[in-house]
């Protein structure tokens, strides 16, 4: 499959996902005939080695399919951004292990960057114990990806002054999982529900240490994954304020304002709403494409990625999250009343998009130190 005809696939998909969104919603947790078409279109391994039946593709092509996806339903593109973690650790894991992560390909990953959970080196591996609140996707997963801390007899084990973090790839079935988000108020359908382990054993060859030399020594493998995973986050963002904008031009083509009379569409604020979440993200969209594909280019030659081009990248993607949001609740306020109604396609853009952005401020330091180094001076964020 081409990088393009993955962005037709996301859009090809966009009726089917739709269509099926209220449902996932009321179950908390997407359908079955949804995880499936998504599964099978590859969006589940945008970033994955092609050795593994991944499709390996440019940033900014998954970011573009990414927002096409998040329009429809940001549940979906939700597992899709969730599951680029334990693709990307597949290029350092031996082949063996490589298999079983991929026997099922269409599957998409749980994920967690909460590292509570502690990791106690045993003999040939470690013995894991802990919580992740929020798993995406963990019931349709067949593996997560679990951050935890390696900890020994005498404390914290520290790697270069800080405490050493592994991504730890565990088979879903050897994981408790709890039916914590029922009582989700947005995002519901990503079935985000807490996992826990007590004192399992993960392999050493299954416990990665992200950025570490790939044993498949490509592009998409070689460089930092934060610098080319974060900003896939501001994608969903993206897609979610598209959606907005779709549901928003149709309401108010339709309605009539119950205090004016006049017709939503003949309002000058109105227009101007419209006008500018249009502008917005044309402007938003753009400016985290070009970013991501300079960074790519960059990475393609295996030429370093600077800092000011980092700088240039981060700050688009956290822009692009922030202006989604305002224009947003912009749509919201001046839609018509039937958008304050629970499940209505405003509403649930409006608490979408503060969840997504919420998630998104874990990382709000690489924002700040994008700011720092483009005013000259270093950045605030280890591992910028």
Same mark, same amino acid.
């Given at each position: 499959?081409?990088?393009?005809?993955?962005?037709?696939?996301?859009?090809?998909?966009?009726?089917?996902? %739709?269509?099926?969104?209220?449902?996932?919603?009321? *179950?908390?947790?997407?359908?079955?005939?949804?995880?499936?078409?998504?599964?099978?279109?590859?969006?589940?391994?945008?970033?994955?080695?092609?050795?593994?039946?991944?499709?390996?593709?440019?940033? @900014?092509?998954?970011?573009?399919?990414?927002?096409?996806?998040?329009?429809?339903?940001?549940?979906?593109?939700?597992?899709?951004?969730?599951?680029?973690?334990?693709?990307?650790?597949?290029?350092?894991?031996?082949?063996?292990? *490589?298999?079983?992560?991929?026997?099922?390909?269409?599957?998409?990953?749980?994920? @967690?960057?909460?590292?509570?959970?502690?990791?106690? $080196?045993?003999?040939?591996?470690?013995?894991? @114990?802990?919580?992740? $609140?929020?798993?995406?996707?963990?019931?349709?997963? *067949?593996?997560?990806?679990?951050?935890?801390? #390696?900890?020994?007899?005498?404390? $914290?084990?520290?790697?270069?002054?800080?405490?050493? #973090?592994?991504?730890?790839?565990?088979?879903?079935?050897?994981?408790?999982?709890?039916?914590?988000? !029922?009582?989700?108020?947005?995002?519901?359908?990503?079935?985000?529900?807490?996992?826990?382990?007590?004192?399992?054993?993960?392999?050493?060859?299954?416990?990665?240490?992200?950025?570490?030399?790939?044993?498949?020594?490509?592009?998409?493998?070689?460089?930092?994954?934060?610098?080319?995973?974060? $900003?896939?986050?501001?994608? #969903?963002?993206?897609?979610?304020?598209?959606?907005?904008?779709?549901?928003?031009?149709?309401?108010?083509?339709?309605?009539?304002?119950?205090?004016?009379?006049?017709?939503?569409?003949?309002?000058?604020?109105?227009?101007?709403?419209?006008?500018?979440?249009?502008?917005?993200?044309?402007?938003?969209?753009?400016?985290?494409?070009?970013?991501?594909?300079?960074?790519? *280019?960059?990475?393609?030659?295996?030429?370093? #990625?600077?800092?000011?081009?980092?700088?240039?990248?981060?700050?688009? %993607?956290?822009?692009?999250?922030?202006?989604?949001?305002?224009?947003?609740?912009?749509?919201?306020?001046?839609?018509?009343?039937?958008?304050?109604? !629970?499940?209505?396609?405003?509403?649930?853009?409006?608490?979408?998009?503060?969840?997504?952005?919420?998630?998104?401020?874990?990382?709000?330091?690489?924002?700040?130190?994008?700011?720092?180094?483009?005013?000259?001076?270093?950045?605030?964020?280890?591992?910028?």
């Amino acid at each position: 499959m081409s990088s393009q005809s993955v962005i037709e696939a996301a859009r090809a998909l966009q009726p089917l996902i %739709s269509e099926h969104r209220r449902a996932g919603e009321l *179950r908390a947790r997407l359908v079955p005939e949804v995880v499936a078409a998504a599964g099978k279109a590859g969006l589940f391994r945008l970033f994955a080695p092609r050795e593994t039946g991944g499709l390996e593709v440019a940033p @900014s092509e998954a970011f573009l399919a990414t927002a096409e996806i998040a329009a429809a339903d940001p549940a979906v593109s939700w597992y899709m951004v969730n599951s680029i973690p334990a693709c990307m650790a597949a290029a350092v894991i031996p082949e063996t292990e *490589r298999r079983a992560l991929f026997a099922e390909p269409d599957r998409n990953f749980g994920f @967690s960057a909460v590292a509570l959970a502690t990791a106690k $080196p045993a003999p040939g591996g470690f013995r894991l @114990s802990g919580s992740w $609140p929020v798993v995406t996707g963990c019931e349709d997963a *067949r593996w997560c990806a679990l951050m935890a801390r #390696v900890v020994d007899e005498s404390g $914290p084990r520290l790697v270069n002054g800080r405490p050493e #973090v592994r991504l730890f790839l565990v088979p879903t079935e050897q994981l408790d999982i709890a039916q914590t988000w !029922q009582h989700a108020a947005a995002m519901r359908g990503t079935g985000s529900n807490q996992v826990t382990v007590s004192d399992l054993f993960v392999p050493e060859a299954l416990a990665t240490i992200p950025g570490s030399t790939p044993c498949i020594d490509r592009p998409l493998f070689r460089h930092s994954p934060m610098v080319l995973t974060l $900003p896939i986050f501001a994608a #969903v963002a993206v897609g979610v304020l598209q959606g907005a904008i779709q549901a928003a031009t149709h309401e108010i083509k339709s309605k009539v304002s119950s205090v004016t009379g006049r017709a939503l569409k003949d309002q000058t604020e109105t227009q101007i709403a419209i006008a500018d979440a249009t502008a917005a993200l044309r402007a938003i969209r753009a400016g985290c494409v070009e970013t991501y594909a300079a960074v790519w *280019r960059a990475v393609s030659a295996g030429e370093p #990625v600077t800092s000011e081009l980092k700088a240039e990248l981060y700050a688009s %993607s956290f822009y692009a999250g922030d202006v989604a949001r305002e224009m947003i609740s912009t749509l919201y306020v001046k839609g018509s009343r039937a958008a304050f109604m !629970q499940g209505h396609a405003l509403e649930r853009c409006l608490s979408n998009i503060h969840a997504i952005i919420a998630a998104i401020d874990a990382r709000r330091g690489f924002h700040h130190s994008a700011g720092a180094v483009l005013l000259g001076a270093e950045p605030v964020e280890i591992g910028f």
